[in-house]
């Protein structure tokens, strides 16, 4: 199943843990290669934690693991069709859109992505 | 006051240690080191992302102090080649130093006029914004002391500081008892805004969810509410936020004693950048009129802030930074790194610090893949990987001293842990930036 969604790079705790133990490091990659989606498009789109999805920005692709993101305890969000994946050389890779605007700055957590999934074993493999 | 004392052989135990982590520049650190291994055992009072900061960073005496296309070479080899490639660049580009001393930093300054290189820090792709939104509208400004002394109202507007700064929270803005503050958490309320709930949500008194892309418009229908104004319905659609949320929001802002505006990327890195930046600011002045309200930028890497402050003081600008013409110019967008590397404009670059080749856009990536490029890191990263010339460096505030500057721009010096076999940023830079002189005399 294939659905346009807004991805939004993120920084976590895990991310800054892992980034000490180095950034060529298995820790570092797992968790800047694992999108958060809301249970809510899980479902929808038939999503199991560790799932394969591919996300696909312009003419650049990636293939990543999901698994669904932490709410606040107290409050619950509505923000369905939103991902988040933490900083790291894949969501540069959906980066392709280099334009600052004049900043210097690019719109990078902004990047609209087409989000298709689960990947059977042996496409996510290839 | 001695900062350090022997406990037991081969032990030393160093009080008020400062983590160089993230922005907050925590100076209450007691760090346990072993002296033989070279790593530190233990960090009292560190967040779980110092402990892994002084926990990771032991001395890994198999790896070269420095590499040319990966083969390991002296340290002056290194920096003869370093030098060849920046004198022979036509357009050099120096990027990064968040996570160097000011001491490294102005030797950098100092190298780049040298050059007539471009400058520019990881602001560009951090705070810049921020910065060029405050120079059009001023900085209602604070520091963290005031903060934790005074501030009954904290805003997290587009960070997450649980995850990302967790003592921002802890240490100096929501839980710590102040002189006017008795009762700590109790008497201080917390508002997150964000695009999602995060684990600051968890400790914050009010959620407000913005759709992403809409912080400009909540902040401008926050600035008429305080200046008196009545909001058009057509606020709730474009924001997703009700119009009695943000009326509630905007009377809970003018009424407290104190309040502080802390924001994030969630602000510069989306639709509307600067403008974003600017709006905040402005909210900031408007709410003056009723309370005293101040703003800080969560900021990154540990010594992001003196970047800005350096090269301020030093050019009279904070970031994107060119001086082929003899002189500083400042012009984001033209002297930026991403859109200088989009362009493909730079024919070398020098990476102080940073991993532009893990966090840059894409395009720019494929830029800095076809020039030489020179890399200073403690750590093997994908920027170290693709260089040409490779310095293994001791790590700040660990291995080596200096000064670093928090968020709220207050200098602070570093006490180091224990000696490291790798030269500092500054011990590389010295010698770089003679032996550059030396080049350039040479081609006239």
Redo the contacts between chains.
């Keep these: 199943m294939t659905e346009t969604m807004?991805l939004?790079p993120?920084?976590?705790?895990k991310q800054?843990?892992a980034l000490?133990?180095?950034?060529?490091k298995d820790a570092y990659k797992k968790e800047t290669s694992t999108v958060e989606i809301k249970q809510e498009d899980m479902d929808r789109l038939g999503l199991k934690t560790g799932d394969r999805v591919r996300l696909r920005a312009g003419t650049?692709e990636v293939i990543v693991s999901c698994k669904p993101?932490?709410?606040?305890?107290?409050?619950?969000?509505?923000?369905t069709g939103?991902i988040?994946l933490p900083?790291?050389?894949i969501?540069?890779?959906?980066?392709?859109?280099?334009?600052?605007?004049?900043?210097?700055?690019?719109?990078?957590?902004?990047l609209i992505v087409e989000i298709e999934g689960p990947l059977a074993q042996e496409e996510s493999d290839g | 006051m001695d900062s350090s004392v022997a406990a037991e052989p081969n032990i030393r135990v160093v009080k008020n240690a400062t983590c160089t982590f993230c922005g907050c520049v925590c100076d209450d650190m007691e760090l346990t080191v072993d002296l033989d291994q070279k790593r530190i055992t233990k960090a009292k009072n560190a967040c779980v992302l110092g402990k892994a900061w002084f926990a990771e960073h032991s001395v890994d005496e198999s790896r070269p102090v420095a590499m040319i296309e990966g083969k390991e070479v002296s340290l002056d080899e290194a920096i003869d080649e370093a030098a060849k490639i920046l004198v022979n660049a036509r357009f050099p580009v120096i990027y990064g130093m968040s996570n160097s001393t000011s001491e490294a930093q102005r030797e950098t300054v100092k190298m780049a006029d040298l050059l007539s290189a471009n400058v520019d820090s990881t602001s560009s792709v951090c705070h810049g914004p921020t910065g060029m939104g405050l120079q059009g509208v001023g900085e209602p400004t604070t520091t963290l002391g005031e903060v934790k002394n005074r501030a009954d109202m904290i805003v997290y507007w587009g960070c997450n500081p649980s995850d990302c700064h967790p003592r921002l929270s802890t240490h100096y803005a929501v839980n710590p008892k102040g002189m006017y503050i008795p009762n700590g958490r109790k008497d201080r309320t917390v508002i997150n805004v964000d695009v999602r709930s995060t684990t600051t949500t968890n400790i914050a008194d009010v959620f407000v969810q913005v759709k992403p892309g809409s912080d400009f418009e909540l902040l401008w229908g926050l600035r008429i509410l305080v200046r008196g104004g009545k909001l058009n319905p057509a606020f709730e659609e474009q924001t997703g936020v009700p119009i009695d949320v943000i009326e509630n929001l905007a009377s809970r802002l003018m009424s407290c004693n104190y309040g502080i505006l802390f924001f994030g990327m969630g602000l510069t890195m989306t639709r509307g950048r600067h403008y974003n930046a600017s709006a905040l600011h402005m909210l900031a002045t408007d709410l003056n009129e009723h309370t005293h309200f101040v703003v800080k930028p969560a900021r990154g890497h540990g010594n992001v802030t003196g970047a800005d402050t350096v090269m301020s003081w030093q050019t009279g600008y904070p970031f994107g930074i060119n001086f082929n013409r003899g002189y500083p110019r400042h012009e984001p967008g033209e002297f930026t790194t991403t859109d200088i590397m989009c362009r493909g404009e730079a024919d070398a670059a020098c990476i102080i610090a940073s991993d532009p080749m893990a966090n840059f856009a894409k395009p720019a990536i494929d830029h800095m893949k076809k020039i030489p490029m020179i890399s200073f890191d403690p750590k093997p990263t994908p920027t170290s990987q693709a260089a040409r010339v490779a310095f293994t460096t001791a790590c700040y505030g660990i291995n080596t001293p200096g000064t670093v500057y928090r968020m709220d721009d207050i200098p602070i010096p570093l006490r180091p842990a224990f000696e490291s076999p790798f030269p500092s940023d500054l011990d590389i830079l010295k010698p770089l930036v003679k032996r550059i002189r030396e080049l350039k005399r040479a081609q006239y």
Excluded: C
Aim: hydrophobic residues 30%; without cysteine; charged residues 25%.
């Design positions: 807004l939004v993120m920084r976590t705790a800054g843990v000490n133990q180095g950034k060529l650049e993101r932490k709410e606040g305890k107290k409050v619950q969000d509505t923000a939103i988040f900083y790291g050389p969501s540069s890779a959906l980066m392709t859109d280099g334009d600052t605007a004049g900043t210097g700055m690019p719109d990078s957590k902004h």
